[in-house]
């Protein structure tokens, strides 16, 4: 069946401007998850959803980030006012059960940002 | 922000020997830890979810154990091939989100 569907593969942007990355969850699949992973650095938490509740957003690292989920399915991840620290791969994970940690998390390929 | 360690940070074998590595994480608070194997140009791939203490899980020639009271879990190759090359990660689950280590990259030599 379909995986984790990411989009873009690849975004080059310039410092100050607005980004949005799309992922597309296993249908069925009510958590979802976005990380990154810098340069050199492990994958870094960012922000979870979990079916209808409010979305847990500890891990955002400014304000400049935010994150949505339409319909319990689709999520956005906007990075507004690009800084080159904002360079990384951008990865989306949903799974099947909210918040159960015997269920493991399918990932997307991955958005790979660059900010010049 | 917990701590989750992986060593070692990079590892390179010959095609045929076995290998481990592991990855600590706090004693405290433990719902699962997670083993995940993320090759080049691909998505991460789960391996083994492993939540209770003394856990052993295998999967053809790769094997995980689990100690949940001193904080580590091992994960085991046994005969490397160069298709076992990857990054490996573990991710620890404490009930509100996973924290994941920094990974161990495999290469394995023909």
Known sequence: GAGVSQSPSNKVTEKGKDVELRCDPISGHTALYWYRQSLGQGLEFLIYFQGNSAPDKSGLPSDRFSAERTGGSVSTLTIQRTQQEDSAVYLCASSLAPGLSSYEQYFGPGTRLTVT | ?110
């Open chain 2, 1 to 110: 922000i917990l701590n989750v360690e992986q060593s070692p940070q990079s590892l390179h074998v010959q095609e045929g020997d076995s290998t481990n590595f592991t990855c600590s994480f706090p004693s405290s608070n433990f719902y699962a830890l997670h083993w995940y194997r993320w090759e080049t140009a691909k998505s991460p791939e789960a391996l083994f979810v492993m939540t209770l203490n003394g856990d052993e899980k295998k999967k053809g020639r790769i094997s995980a154990t689990l100690n949940t009271k001193e904080g580590y879990s091992y994960l085991y190759i046994k005969g490397s091939q160069p298709e076992d090359s990857a990054t490996y990660l573990c991710a620890f689950y404490a009930g509100n989100q996973f924290y994941f280590g920094t990974g161990t990259s495999l290469t394995v030599i023909p």
